[in-house]
């Protein structure tokens, strides 16, 4: 799926859809051609991960759902989800309620992140821990309509419902997408026409809700129409599915305008840098630093992400992009193999939600944000905390089916 979704990510500029010609570049064979090496190294990888970690003869991943189903797992989950959604409740009352009470929720988000500091505004994201913890409680147990399981779908649905106050379109999806993925190893597979209209919906979703957003600013929205090479008569939010689609790989062929020949390789710190913001001495992430440092915008703008390769490239060039797409690739089949071989929420989350980063760092950046490591972590954490809970976890025998590659 990733390779045909890159493909189609990396060609959509070519059609011309937007024009923000006078801004950056408009796509040429250099962009092609890098993306296409770009791709060959994941390939590459992949290909080589395959021959070692084979999943060919193996029994489909049907998680024993033995650890989770226990009293003390259930209230551990519960107890998460409440203290996360208190804690969001706590940010939004330091902040004055922003960006409840404000018209421009993007805008106010970031006064937000400002007022309450980094540390204080990565306790917002709890809450997709505990809504996925929960949604993984629902899909590996028996799914009867029980108490706990109704509790269950509560705490998923509250837990969302705060992610969306904070005004991020993607937060939301964030629990959605690996939760998707894993109900696709734990409940059912899932045709390739449901997942064609599954990512068909996700963009024009995510398009619909940034135009109700450009709403709120008539600058904003005024600006990016008039980039719009859309025809007349097609309502406005297609320009924003267009624009959405369409300006990672412009902000990538930008970049590769501008590096090194006016600013030269980071060497690690653009990439890296974002990945542990909630640390001590934040430094700004890479679409902190393309939005700052190669485009001139002023502070406070929208960050701007190069898109996978974006990144990669700005740190190490081509060479270095090549090699990390080539670790991608061996990293994304043995975790795939390792869920086959390990079954456990653990070992299916962490494929699901490497593989959903994956294709959501096609519009941004991989590793450049503390989320990549922040979610998962906590995920193991609550599995940890619920398989010491429940010792006694038996090994299920699951019935044999063909494995699906990744």
């Not at 021959?51 to 189903?69: C, F, K, M, V």
């Not at 997408?177 to 449901?194: D, E, K, M, N, S």
């Not at 700004?284 to 502070?299: A, C, D, I, K, Y």
Request: hydrophobic share 55%.
């Amino acid at each position: 799926m990733f390779p045909l979704v890159f493909i189609l990510f990396f060609a959509a500029p070519y059609l011309n859809l937007v024009d923000y010609s006078a801004l950056i570049p408009p796509p040429g064979l250099r962009m092609a051609s890098i993306s296409v090496i770009g791709l060959a190294g994941y390939l590459g990888g992949l290909w080589i991960a395959r021959w070692r970690w084979s999943t060919e003869n193996l029994e489909w991943p049907r998680i024993d759902p033995d650890g989770w189903r226990s009293r003390s797992a259930f209230l551990l989950l519960v107890a998460v989800t409440l203290v996360s959604l208190a804690l969001l409740a706590f940010v939004f009352w330091t902040a004055g309620m922003i960006p409840l009470l404000a018209a421009n929720r993007e805008a106010a988000r970031f006064a937000m992140a400002t007022s309450v500091g980094n540390r204080l505004n990565a306790v917002t994201r709890l809450p997709i821990t505990a809504a996925i913890g929960c949604g993984l409680y629902l899909l590996v147990s028996d799914r009867r309509a029980s108490l706990p399981n109704v509790i269950a779908a509560a705490l998923v649905a509250l837990s969302i419902v705060g992610e969306s106050l904070l005004g991020h379109r993607g937060l939301p999806f964030v629990v959605v997408a690996p939760l998707f993925v894993c109900f696709h190893y734990a409940v059912r597979p899932i045709g390739v026409r449901t997942l064609a209209w599954f990512g068909g919906l996700v963009v024009v979703g995510l398009a619909l809700v940034n135009h109700f957003r450009l709403l709120s600013s008539p600058p904003q929205l005024a600006d990016v129409m008039s980039h719009s090479n859309l025809p007349v008569w097609m309502p406005a939010w297609c320009t924003s599915v267009a624009t959405l689609v369409t300006f990672g790989p412009l902000t990538f062929n930008f970049v590769l305008s501008t590096v090194p020949a006016k600013v030269p390789f980071q060497h690690g710190m653009a990439l890296f840098n974002g990945a542990f913001g909630i640390l001590p001495g934040h430094q700004p992430t890479v679409g902190e630093f393309v939005s700052r440092n190669l485009f001139g915008l002023p502070e406070g703008s929208p960050n701007l992400p190069p898109t996978i390769l974006g990144g990669f490239y700005l740190d190490f060039g081509v060479a270095g992009m090549v090699i990390s797409m080539f670790l991608i690739g061996l990293a994304t089949q043995f975790l795939y193999w390792r869920m086959f071989r390990r079954r456990s929420p653990w070992s299916m989350f962490f494929y699901a939600y490497w593989y959903f980063n994956l294709l959501l760092a096609l519009y941004g950046d991989f590793i450049a944000n503390d989320l990549t490591w922040f979610v998962p972590l906590s995920v193991y954490g609550i599995d940890f905390a619920a398989r010491l809970s429940s010792p006694s976890i038996r090994s299920a025998a699951p019935p044999r089916r063909q494995a699906m590659h990744a």
